[in-house]
């Protein structure tokens, strides 16, 4: 019993409040409801075919929205791994969408189109003693609203055929005009209400969309970083490796190197896990971790590099942290790759109110043209600029005399 409420509680959840599959059940309960208790008396046989015909519609919309698609699709679904369907299922599966999309093809107009059909079909009668057709006109026409799949021109003529229509009955039935005003007036009121509603959740849908958007791109930058860095390093430690072995017969010290190669492999396959998982480590405070970045850099590069801090040194947030020590390692990443064999010089300023970073290394005088070199305009750079900007920062990167810089300065 606490299984089949957890998976009652699961679908509740993940159902549409709107329109989805709670509402229609309540809504069908509602209208045969309404079908029950209805009595009308004058045209009695027009009121029942119209509202049989709503009902038809609406029972169709149920069935049909959501499962058949406007058009078939180009293959059959491949089921999932870990719910594989035995060989003698499998055809059965494919018999099932193959006519499921032979329907859909022959399927003249949208499921949307059903709930308008049976609004019109009630408005005609909303004019009888019997509330019933008023009870389907306004579910129907809430509904046909509030879905996402019609468009704007198609809802406002629905909403204005429907006047129409239900003005003609009032006034064929012989109401009196302030029930047509009445009427009019509250259609109006739950069709804006529909839209808005409509409106609001297309916001939220988009703003999702924007959110995944934005983590796949920070995804994509600290992949960059992890296998720029990694990869790098490893290809060094392999040049060196190789060198080793084939000018000195060092075999000792290319074991050393392969051995490195190892260890930086590992690290590179730990750190790019985390970022598919859009997890990031546990780092030591700034300092520290570009003391170590430092370290590193200058163990596998055989390069002078150091680290000038300057100002108190105090807490940051964690944002600008990650941020700051990214920036580093792709700006040591860069200086490995473009200006190999030159010294690099990482600055950290503690300001009031901000932390600024510098990376400074010379440029090779065979490359240096007193403009900025294209190969400090890739995605590097763009990854580090987008990663600085998200963290409200700004991120200034060129030639300062016969130096490269990058400067990245962040707020705390």
């Not at 509680?9 to 159902?15: F, M, T, V």
């Not at 029942?48 to 069935?63: I, K, N, Q």
């Not at 047509?180 to 297309?202: D, E, N, P, S």
């Not at 190789?242 to 930086?264: P, Q």
């Amino acid at each position: 019993m606490r299984e089949v409420w957890g998976r009652v509680k699961r679908l509740l959840a993940a159902d549409d409040p709107e329109t989805g599959r709670l509402t229609r059940a309540l809504l069908t309960l509602v209208l045969a409801w309404s079908l029950v208790v209805a009595s009308p008396g004058r045209a009695a046989a027009l009121v029942w075919s119209a509202l049989g015909v709503a009902m038809a519609c609406w029972l169709a919309f149920v069935l049909l929205d959501g499962r058949y698609p406007t058009k078939p699709p180009l293959d059959d679904r491949s089921p999932t791994p870990d719910r594989t369907p035995p060989d003698e299922t499998r055809s059965s599966h494919r018999i099932a969408a193959r006519i499921r999309a032979s329907f859909a093809e022959h399927v003249p107009v949208a499921p949307t189109a059903l709930l308008a059909a049976g609004s019109a079909g009630a408005a005609t009668v909303t004019g009888s003693e019997s509330a019933a057709p008023t009870v389907f006109l306004f579910a129907m026409l809430l509904l046909y609203a509030a879905h996402m799949a019609p468009s704007m021109t198609a809802i406002c003529l629905v909403t204005a055929t429907d006047l129409g229509l239900m003005a003609g009955s009032l006034v064929w039935f012989d109401r009196p005009r302030t029930s047509i005003m009445v009427q009019g007036m509250v259609m109006v009121c739950t069709v804006l209400f529909a839209l808005h509603r409509r409106q609001y959740r297309r916001t939220l849908q988009d703003r999702a969309r924007a959110m995944a958007l934005d983590e796949r791109a920070r995804i994509a930058r600290e992949l960059h970083d992890v296998l720029a860095h990694s990869l790098g390093a490893l290809g060094v430690q392999l040049d060196v490796a190789e060198a080793l072995l084939t000018e000195r017969e060092d075999v000792e010290g290319a074991v050393a190197r392969i051995r490195r190669s190892r260890g930086l492999a590992r690290e590179g396959l730990v750190e790019a896990r985390a970022a598919v998982a859009a997890l990031r480590e546990d780092v030591p405070p700034l300092p520290d971790a570009l003391g170590l970045l430092v370290t590193e850099h200058r163990r596998d590069h055989s390069v002078r590099a150091e680290l000038r801090t300057k100002g108190t040194r105090r807490p940051i947030t964690p944002a600008a942290e990650v941020c700051l020590l990214r920036t580093a390692r792709e700006a040591l990443t860069n200086a490995a790759k473009h200006a190999p064999g030159w010294p690099v010089t990482l600055g950290l300023s503690y300001g009031e109110h901000s932390v600024c970073l510098t990376v400074r290394n010379p440029l090779p005088t065979q490359e240096y043209t007193g403009e900025q070199p294209a190969h400090h305009t890739g995605y590097g750079l763009t990854g580090m600029r987008e990663r600085v900007a998200l963290a409200g920062g700004t991120l200034g990167a060129g030639p300062v005399g016969e130096m490269w810089e990058v400067r990245a300065e962040v707020p705390e």
